[in-house]
């Protein structure tokens, strides 16, 4: 019996690096800061008025 990773190791390989730098970039704060300036109306129609 043998096993052989083929290309699917090389594309797994890929995905996984993919999600390190993607992980590494990730900002969550951007998010928490989103949701506080829709909180406080910022950047809504009613503010422009």
Do not use: C, K, Y
Request: glycine share 10%; hydrophobic share 50%.
């Amino acid at each position: 019996m043998t096993i052989e990773a083929g290309p699917g190791a090389v594309f797994f390989a890929a995905v996984v690096i993919i999600t390190l730098l993607a992980a590494a970039t990730f900002d969550p704060g951007l998010i928490r800061d989103h949701r506080s300036q829709m909180h406080d109306g910022v950047g809504t129609a009613d503010q422009a008025s």
